[in-house]
């Protein structure tokens, strides 16, 4: 079995970005999936408060998992037990957690392509095999229930993300129960990456849990909370997998930040700076879907939520990592290469985050509109 696992390309680009940036150039940073707002102001606050008072030792706040049960009643409308919820340091423990306490090495598990880097990797770095169903704009980017259900030989799981990184594309409500009932009949365990929701641009974003009780589901408090280094997630398991995954986490994990937990529950109820937040990406994404044609670049996915946007330039090269380099060292934009995504058809993508600014995103066109051009004439 084949082990090795590649790197982040796009950590590449971002050293390149910060070399220039350090050499004094003037350098917009869209590569990476990370808000540049910060934590609302009321998990700042409580984080000060906390510190002075509190000896921060391993904890798992109570009052975060009643909070995270209320927030899965009123978002989606189920009914959870707080003591389901594994707070851990982020999706990415939370990924390895459902994986491992759901799967054996040299188990199969299918994940559409394009998909999150870390998906495939984590999956051999735990002797797992990533079965990787392509993935065009035919079906959004996305996998189906009819995927799935013509698998052969049958995956032990399939890992769901809707939105999905990198393309922001969302699986609609019906395909999502079409998905649940084909796992359900087939024996496939269902790992659902839900670390963008609460970022959508075209209605609410349904959770797997709705459609099926026994989806493992993974959140993060990176994305939509901007919290990104409070390092801040969590795992929700089905009751009888509970035992198992916190045998896992306390010998894999211990517990998370505790300062992060006392800011993730004040964060919880910051909704008003939280939408503001949305509503700056929004006003991004129109940017960007607005101008990227006069760069060339008309094929995108459908940038139903998140803060991506996957665009092909097929047109322009088979070389998305070359080409984004040199988009950074002439031009000052740093995007991230397809190929983190999707290792073939990736060589033929680039990915926007338009995570930032607003400013950031119009000077960033304003630099891609001429260096597009003279790519295109040479
Ligand atoms: C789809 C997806 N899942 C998980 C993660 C990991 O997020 P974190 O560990 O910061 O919560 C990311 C990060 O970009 C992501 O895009």
Redesign the pocket.
């Known amino acids: 079995m084949n082990t090795e696992i590649e790197p982040f390309q796009a950590i590449g680009v971002s050293r390149l970005a910060q070399a220039l940036a350090a050499e004094g150039r003037s350098i917009i940073r869209m590569e990476?999936?990370?808000p540049s707002t910060g934590a609302p102001s009321a998990a700042i606050e409580a984080a000060h408060r906390v510190l002075d008072s509190d000896a921060l030792g391993y904890w798992e706040s109570p009052a975060l998992k009643q909070r995270l049960a209320r927030h899965y009643a009123d978002t989606y409308g189920v009914d959870i037990d707080p003591d389901r919820f594994i707070l851990t340091?982020?999706?990415?423990?939370?990924?390895v957690l459902a994986l491992v306490s759901s799967f054996s090495p040299g188990d199969r598990v299918a994940l559409a392509r394009p998909g999150?880097v870390?998906?495939r990797n984590t999956l051999k770095a735990l002797r797992m095999v990533p079965v990787e169903l392509p993935c065009g704009a035919d079906t959004r980017f996305q996998l189906t229930a009819a995927m799935l259900a013509s698998l052969d030989p049958t995956p032990a799981g399939v890992i769901i993300?809707s939105p999905?990184?990198p393309t922001g594309a969302i699986i609609p409500a019906d395909e999502l129960g079409a998905i649940a009932k084909v796992c359900r009949e087939r024996g496939i365990r269902i790992v659902s990456?839900e670390?963008?929701h609460g970022l959508s641009y075209v209605g609410p974003t349904h959770s797997m849990l709705e459609f099926e009780p026994s989806a493992l589901v993974?959140n993060?408090?990176?994305?939509y909370f901007s919290m990104?280094g409070w390092?801040l997630?969590w795992l929700l398991v089905p009751p009888e997998h509970l035992a198992r995954a916190r045998a896992y986490v306390g010998n894999l994990f211990l517990t998370a930040p505790s300062l992060s937990q006392h800011a993730a529950l004040a964060a919880l109820d910051c909704t008003e700076e939280l939408q503001a937040n949305l509503a700056v990406y929004a006003r991004n994404r129109d940017l960007l879907l607005a101008a990227l044609p006069s760069l060339g670049l008309d094929r995108v996915a459908p940038p139903d939520g998140?803060f991506y946007i996957y665009a092909s330039v097929a047109h322009l090269t088979d070389d998305s990592l070359g080409f984004c380099k040199q988009l950074v060292r002439e031009a000052g934009v740093a995007i991230a290469p397809g190929v983190d995504f999707d290792p073939d058809q990736g060589r033929r993508f680039i990915r926007i985050s338009f995570a930032v600014s607003t400013p950031q995103v119009e000077e960033g066109l304003r630099r891609m509109q001429p260096w597009f051009a003279a790519f295109r004439r040479a």
């Open positions: 990476f999936g990370q340091c982020g999706a990415s423990p939370a990924l999150y870390a998906y993300a999905a990184n990456d670390i963008y993974v993060s408090f990176s994305k990104v390092r997630g998140a």
